[in-house]
């Protein structure tokens, strides 16, 4: 998947202001005022793009918490680099600067994960919230508890100790990040609520600060340099990637409903039925390893472990089976709620909400919604020459054509007889949408095959613009439909309603 261009930017400027620090750390060395001003400088305007995105971009409701809960993260890290940075300028006499640092990077590792918790939670609900939380807790006790037996541990015991031991404190920091970069795919596959590039500049931003902190072990305690300055254009890369993050992601409203959650994928088959599991399974192997090998009692419980573990497996999948009807039985239930009978399009009730929800999300965002009107010309005289059964199938040979037009990203929909619209939001400029207007006209204008008979038929189409020409959605479908009308009798392929904005020039162009 190629980036868009906005991604593009941003991400050129993420990697420019890495490879400004990283030009100083290697020329300039000596300037550490100036590498800490650089340092803190990116989580605070990834901060403060993030709070600008959320407040222009997300209402109140789930996916603006949990952006909120990241960008409070940003604000821990930027904390923790300036009392870190404050303690080097003074050199040294805060003294407890630097232990105050790493609590407030310890707090970015707890808001980044209560931020994947919470959305988790919100979406597959209470119970599933709770096994994910300790899902991520027992990972993380796991990957801890390891690396202390078979890495740290052994090279105490070989009187290694002054390096080890402030290495495996730093090693928190990359474990951690490890962590939560795995759960955020998991959040991603179990709650369809966040855009894969969302995701991506995530789990970017979480590969730069486990790459930075492993640098940073690896120079400080192996290499005896200071990391500092090699690690922090890591660190600013991360920060911006998880700040671009949040402005990848558009809102959607409010709880998604039971149909629309994808129960589990089959992507997350084995964090489903393994995570938990597995690692048990993993850690009961260690123990037995270390205390005494393979003995009888061990091979017994390992037997009967295993045998848990299958039967859980099996209940599992039942549950999801039973979990993926109900999913499809909603599903067809909405889509019978929504969709017009005849024609499969969307029907009024359907229409009706879409056209409140794109109005209020232009009045947070400041865009305009566009709204095409139409009815058939001479349908009448199809219903009255060829009987109801030839108008139904002229219907559906419309919609046939119109349900094209989805591809472009604009909604449909048929609110009865033979009038239907098409809702546009964002819109673009006037003339993108007299383009449309005219692609709408070209297209349904072409004869129709019906019984052996070529029907000729054309469509007249109104078009209106909130909030240009209207101030709520029934005058704006009121506009849109008089202006349908100012087409017809004007016997003008389209209409745009230009009275409203003072310009009363009428823009049409004469049917052939």
Known sequence: MSPAPSDSLYIRLAIGYALIQWILALWMPETLMLHRILAVMAPAAAFAY???????????????????????????????????AGDEWAGGTFGGSIRLADLFWSLEAFL???????????????????????????V????????????????????????????GGAMLYPLCGIVLMFFTLVVYFNTRQLRKRSVIFLCLGGGAFVLGDALRIFLDSFMNMRADLYVDPLHSLS?????????????????????????????????????????????????????????????????????????????????????????????????????????????????????????????RAGFRVGLLYMDL???????????????????????????SLESRGVIVSRLGGDEFTVMLYPAGEDQELIWMAEDIWTMLSDPYELEGAQIYTSP?????????????????????????????????RWHFDVEQTMRLQLLHKKAD
């Open 239 to 363: 920060a911006f990637f998880i700040g671009f993050a949040g402005g990848q992601s558009p809102p959607r409203k409010g709880r998604r409903s039971l149909s629309e959650k994808n129960p589990w994928p089959a992507g997350t088959l084995i964090v489903r039925y393994m995570l938990p599991y597995s690692v048990l399974g993993g850690m009961f192997a260690l123990m037995a390893h270390r205390f005494g090998g393979w003995s009888g009692l061990f091979t017994g419980l390992t037997l009967c472990f295993i045998l848990i573990l299958i039967r859980q497996i099996l209940i599992q999948v039942e549950n999801d089976r039973l979990f993926e009807r109900l999913h499809v039985s909603l599903q067809k239930s909405e889509s019978l709620a929504h969709r017009d009978d005849l024609t499969g399009l969307y029907n009024r009730r359907y229409f009706n909400a879409r056209l409140s929800e794109a109005l209020s999300e232009a009045d």
């Open 50 to 84: 993030l709070i600008r995105v959320i407040g222009s971009r997300y209402e109140q409701g789930h996916l603006r918490r949990f952006w909120l809960l990241i960008a409070a993260g940003l604000a821990g890290d930027a904390i923790g680099r300036i009392l870190y």
């Open 460 to 492: 007249s189409i109104g078009i209106a613009v909130y909030p240009d020409h209207a101030k709520d959605d029934q005058e704006l479908i009121g506009r849109a439909d008089a202006a349908m009308y100012a087409a017809k009798e004007r016997k003008a």
């Open 140 to 167: 993380a006790v796991t990957l801890i508890t390891v690396g202390w037996e078979y890495l740290i541990k052994p090279e105490l015991a070989g009187g290694t100790d002054t390096v080890w031991r402030s290495a």
């Open 112 to 138: 980044f994960a209560g931020a994947l918790i919470y959305l988790f939670r919100q979406v597959q609900g209470p119970l599933r919230g709770i096994r994910f939380t300790l899902d991520i807790v027992i």
């Open 377 to 403: 010309n001479r349908f009448k005289r199809v219903n009255d020459k060829y009987g109801h059964r030839a108008g139904d199938l002229l219907i559906q040979k419309v919609a046939q054509r119109l349900h």
